[in-house]
């Protein structure tokens, strides 16, 4: 019997080649139906072809009787409901590389436009009919230092085509091993400084708690006057008003923009300004990429419908047949403590180890995915998923390992401890269940109890008389509630994990830093 695959929004048409070919596959183009008509035609769908104007929430979920595979062609899944599509065991996969060389190539188009006014040369003369050479007087990309923020797929590929326009790159990215930009002939630094003086910088970031506003007017005041600045990767990794005003004054010379906070725009101040260069989001459009995320969503729906595999499956669909309720609460809680525990370390991770107690140990291989999965989202962000967590690590370079200790006593019946290394330090963070309630016993040596749920301030202090009421009068002078409060003690020194009922910005970390018995403050969000 054929498999019936929907293609619910326009694809490029070797996409439609592919799955016409598949002698075991029934091919719907539905890429023209009306919303409202597709959800009947879905009903006995075994895979779909997604775009973003196809919403896969609750009304698109409950209309399918036996879906088992949603991919979305392209790299973006905020139009799915991946917890929703998991509860039903539809697996959902993106196209995460495809528009690489694109987004590439679009962010080189920004780099020279920058440089040059190109832009404004180009409609002055087609537009207002203006021949004025000396108006457009550029500089030259040649010798120029380039900041990369993020030296991953896209922005190692920037860094290399910099480098021919005879640039001088360095890149900044505390998930990588250095050797990735060293051994391409770019200068890897720790210091963000590095990057604040520069002559370009550009970003390529996911979009996560540590890159949202990453530039701002405190960022921007250390940078050159002049400063060129690109961002063809997220909207919001920018802070749009204070480069606005940045731009206004001059202090930034050009931006080069693909991405807003909000999107589409009817119009946005940026549009106003001379000195700027916007398109609509444009990063993936280009013929070739278009036919590569085509290609590569027909393939992995067939093989997904198949049953032979699920290339960047972004979720697990679970069979309660397969794994125990109660161990699929511990995989939960794994990845958990792998993403609240990567958002604390701020050098690249050399080795993951989990180490399991009681029956959970009968699951170690999977725990240490889950807890990859965890711990990798925060480093690459939505590429990350359970088929590719492990190649993924062990790409950066990052030692995994597991130890089960079924056999040997625990103060809980089934306990759960990560270990995540960098060359200079070791983070360890342990977790049990209570009833059917997640609970982190252990982190960092420190022995406490508390839920991974909520903002979290990670306190580490000398154990010395007043040290909770300064925090506690810091955070007042912020206007920012403590939820709740667990201290744990060793030796001479303490830890308070603090939940507060918004999370704290970078201004309070560095007044909290600064008190006396402070040795270390973090943040977290679960």
Not at 97 to 116: F, G, K, Q, Y
Not at 206 to 227: F, R, Y
Not at 228 to 249: M, P
Not at 415 to 431: Q, R
């Amino acid at each position: 019997m054929k498999k019936k695959i929907v293609v619910c929004d326009p694809i490029h048409e070797i996409g439609f080649k592919i799955l016409k070919e598949a002698e075991d596959i029934e091919l719907i183009d539905a890429s023209k139906t009306p919303k409202d008509e597709l959800l009947k035609i879905i009903e006995d769908a075994d895979g779909v072809i997604t775009r973003s104007p196809t919403p896969v929430d609750d009304k698109f979920l409950n209309s399918v009787k036996k879906l088992k595979a949603v991919v979305r062609a392209g790299v973006g899944v905020d139009n799915v409901d991946i917890d929703g599509a998991s509860k039903k065991g539809i697996i959902v996969m993106n196209v995460p590389t495809a528009n690489t060389i694109a987004a590439v190539e679009l962010t080189m188009c920004h780099l020279t436009a920058s440089m040059r006014a190109f832009p404004n040369a180009v409609n002055a003369l087609k537009k207002e009919k203006v021949w004025n050479r000396e108006k457009w007087l550029g500089n030259e990309l040649y010798g120029k230092k380039l900041g990369i923020i993020g030296f991953g797929n896209i922005g190692s590929r920037v860094g290399v085509r910099a480098k021919a326009f005879g640039m001088e790159v360095i890149a900044y990215d505390p998930y990588i091993n250095p050797s990735k930009a060293t051994d391409l002939g770019v200068k890897y630094t720790t210091n963000f400084d590095d990057i604040l003086a520069c002559d370009v910088i550009t970003i390529h970031t996911p979009k996560n708690k540590e890159t949202i506003d990453m530039i701002t007017s405190k960022e921007i005041a250390k940078m050159k006057d002049g400063v060129r600045l690109i961002n063809c990767a997220r909207g919001g990794l920018y802070n749009e008003k204070d480069v606005e005003e940045a731009l206004k004054s001059g202090k930034i010379a050009w931006l080069g923009i693909d991405v807003f906070n909000e999107e589409p725009l009817k119009d946005h101040p940026f549009w106003n300004l001379e000195n700027t260069s916007v398109t609509p989001h444009i990063g993936a459009n280009t013929m070739e990429s278009q036919e590569k995320i085509a290609k590569q969503a027909a393939q992995n729906i067939i093989e997904a419908v198949r049953g032979i595999s699920y290339p960047n499956a972004l979720n697990l669909p679970i069979k309660a047949n397969e794994t125990p309720e109660w161990a699929i609460k511990y995989l939960e809680l794994a990845q958990k403590m792998g993403f609240l525990t990567a958002q604390i370390i701020e050098k690249a991770i050399t080795k993951v180890k989990v180490i399991s107690y009681g029956d959970i140990s009968k699951y170690s291989n999977s725990l240490l995915t889950f807890t990859l999965v965890g711990a990798m989202t925060e480093i690459v962000g939505e590429n990350v998923n359970y088929v590719n967590a492990k190649f993924l690590a062990e790409e950066k370079g990052i030692e995994l390992q597991t130890e089960e200790k079924s056999n040997e006593s625990s103060a809980y019946k089934n306990l759960v401890k990560v270990e995540i290394s960098t060359d200079t330090n070791v983070y360890t963070i342990s977790g049990t269940m209570f009833e059917d309630n997640f609970r982190i016993v252990e982190i960092k040596g420190f022995e406490l109890e508390f839920e991974p749920k909520g903002n979290f301030i990670f306190f580490r202090n000398t154990d010395v008389p007043g040290v909770i009421g300064e925090v506690g009068m810091t955070l007042a002078k912020y206007n920012i509630n403590i939820s709740d409060f667990r201290l744990g003690r060793n030796n001479n020194e303490a830890m308070a994990v603090i939940i507060t009922d918004t999370a704290v910005s970078k201004d309070v970390v560095e007044e909290l830093s600064k008190l006396k018995a402070a040795i270390s403050v973090k943040t977290a969000q679960i």
